[in-house]
């Protein structure tokens, strides 16, 4: 093992929702570097883990009628649970409710508070929950981030002097000493560091779901603050290392980190929030609030960075569905469970198992490899990408069941066939004479072999850089050549001829096909981890995990396979899967409505929701309608208050628009049929009438949960039912 070290994080994954596959895209990531970094002999460690605390938080487990920790104990191991089910080789997994993380983040605060770089002041200004960030908008405005109405708070708060670390962040960030990719990001940033920067309240008095401000700050204020939620989550990359604690053997060994990868809307957080607290825990900035801000040289912020300050923060895109970001708030995601559900039964049935299936864990692997495949090879880092499942399947189709597997078996089969099952003995250097056709496979098989390190070489670098979508391509090249050599060579006929440069030739083809496979297979190791194994074992070279550990992979050697070795048991890597696959993933991710739920109500052209696309299926025969209703029947249907927050079109979509309703214990998104009508700016901060109890569905891939109530007349413009503004958000009709 060499003396590098490499520490790689991801952003920790808030608990007001699920994971879907947008998460699971940066913990992949995350994944496939932490073991290339370990094939390579560097001590890596991988973070992962939940950021549990704030606002959002403490509103969703009310509105689901749970203490906030139960509520996030629930969520934060459905991401647990689901890492564990990918393979994915995270070394810890942090909670911010954990009372390690919550010392260490109280000690950070201290800190910076005897160093004076946290002071007590009012403040008043526009709140933007759902990014846990006040923003510069006028009051009513929405939030210029994610569109979201904006809330006024006025709150006695504590401030981190950020304004002081403008110059040092952005030396550092020009020099390159903090490291920030793409450059799109590096230049978003700068230009907001060079638009001047305030000081960040960094604690908030207006609820208690966070980790309590420590003393000795916190008798000096005079309500009780937690302490804001960024400065909480952000601390976890060092928290997690023991940080503040007494073992701090981690944070020694691993600290500063060489990679926080993150999604590109918290690449502020990282890039300007972070390394600032980090610079301001330079002892040699004390910091008197009655002076203007110490000014250090830059050398002393550089040589404090060195140990300090994360090296690279670097964004990745967004995956979209149906072209907007995936979230949990538009309802558009993709669940990865449904992914590994789908695919987990094409599992091939390992050698020698006795069931039919292989087993679960063995199927849920297989499924991640083809999840990791597809976004790897399918977006190119750095930008948003689609997703959609019939990309994922043909990709799958292409690249891994023609593609790879069916080298793999093609190859492995003709070895088993004809010598036997042990590797041939090749004589790639023997003359070729004047058989057009010998010299042309000889030719291809020699190039395959010269290429052998310098294909290595090349591709090593792009991985380095993230393109890890060139990257794949480029292995899929080599499987081509390999697949191209097969088919111009033609072994099968070779077989059948008794002329001894004919057996020679075959030798020497399927030996370098198994080169070729062999490089392949460990070239694409990190990011299919489970399938190469299985590949590496049929090419009888043992455990691929330990080829990986002992530096073997590193750079392969042409020589490191020996002419006369066995193959291992042999079978198929990747099936094909069928297109029907598609289909039933996407009714996987549709809800169904229990049986006993009544038949939803068809919306009258009155009611302001939009028809489903695939209309509800309706009795045969129609139920006579009761000249009058129960009062019973009527506390049945749920009416709200509800204030629009978010109001959109839906691109190809004329008549849909999507909305954002703000429930005050929770924000529900609705799709309404109203977009003839009204604009999107029409709708903006108004006061309506929703009803919240009917059964969600899906439009356009999106989900619609709730419906506006409106008046018209057959066809007509639908009024808008309102109610006063003094009518609290959240309040029920009765
Ligand atoms: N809790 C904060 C991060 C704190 S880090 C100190 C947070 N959490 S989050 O749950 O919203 O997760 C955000 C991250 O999840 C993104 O930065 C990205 O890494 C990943 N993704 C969430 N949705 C995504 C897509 N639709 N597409 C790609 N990545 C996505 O922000």
Redesign the pocket.
Known sequence: MSDRTFYVT?????VN?RP?I??A??TIVADVLARRHRLLGEKTYFLTGT?EHGQKIERSAAAAGVHPQAFADQVSGSFQDLWRRMGITHDAFIRTTSSRHKLAVQHLFATLYERGFIELRTYTGQYCVSDEAFVEVAPGEPCPECGRITETLSEENFFFKLSAFQRPLIDLIESGQLSVTPETRRNEVLSFLKGGLKDLSISRSSFTWGIPVPEPAASAASQKHVIYV?MD??A??ITALGYGSSDDTLFRTFWPADLH??????IR??CIYWPAFLLALNPRLQHNSSETPPVLPAEEHSAWARTWLPQAVTA?????FEES???KSRGNIVRTETILDAFGPLCPQPEGAADAAAAPPQRDLFAADILRYFLLREIPFGQDGGFSFDALITRYNADLANGYGNLVSRTLNMVAQYFGGSIPEPSLDSPAGDDPARSERRAMAAAIRDDFHTLQERLHPLFDRYAFSDYLLEVMRLISRVDNLLSTAAPWKLAKSSQPEDQRDLATILFVSVQGIRLATALLYPVLPFATARAWAQLGLGSLEEAAASGELKLLQWADLKPGASLGPLGAIFPRADKGLAQKMTDMETPVAPASTPAEPVPAPVAASAAPEQPAAQPTAQPTTPSSISIDDFAKIELRVAQIAVAERIPKADKLLRLEVDLGTERRQILSGIAEWYTPEDLLGRRIIVITNLAPRKMRGLESHGMLLAASQDGGKPHLATVPDEAPIGSRLK
């Open positions: 991801t952003p920790i994954y808030y929702a879907h947008g998460h895209y940066t950021d960024w989550a952000l976890n990359y990868l993150v999604g590109k809307e918290i957080f990282h990745h895109g967004w995956l979209l970001k995936m979230s």
